[in-house]
Nanobody, 127 residues
Framework: QVQLVESGGGSVQAGGTLRLSCAHS????????MGWFRQAPGKEREGVAT???????PYADSVKGRFTISQDSAKNTLYLQMNSLKPEDTAMYYC?????????????????????WGQGTQVTVSS
């Protein structure tokens, strides 16, 4: 049984930092791809960053150079380090896991490739 529990969200001013954590069970990086997604009010859910067994880490163009995804297998935890936050980063952030994707889909950051989802953690960035 896969369980994903996010934490670390909050309210920060523009330029600030947050680190999101996703404690997971029933998931191993050798069998699953994992990722972070976000959804702002009135918008579709979008991919932020994903990671796979080869440690390939595609990012959305909007967060490249500011966000870093990482995985600590010993702690069964996925992280998203978010630096230089902007008001447009405000959204509910979700951790997700799914079966390993073919290479052709790695950079799509598509939510449809992921079957398991956490409950989300809110990030609010004020200007």
């Amino acid at each position: 049984q896969v369980q994903l529990v996010e934490s670390g969200g909050g309210s920060v001013q523009a330029g600030g930092t947050l680190r999101l954590s996703c404690a997971h069970s029933g998931v191993t990086i050798d069998r699953y791809d994992m990722g972070w997604f976000r959804q702002a009010p009135g918008k579709e859910r979008e991919g932020v960053a994903t990671i796979n067994i080869l440690r390939v880490t595609p990012y959305a163009d909007s967060v490249k150079g500011r966000f870093t995804i990482s995985q600590d297998s010993a702690k069964n935890t996925l992280y998203l380090q978010m630096n230089s936050l902007k008001p447009e980063d405000t959204a509910m952030y979700y951790c997700a896991a799914g079966s390993r994707r073919p290479r052709s889909r790695w950079w799509l950051l598509s939510p449809t490739d992921f079957s398991y989802w956490g409950q989300g953690t809110q990030v609010t960035v004020s200007s």
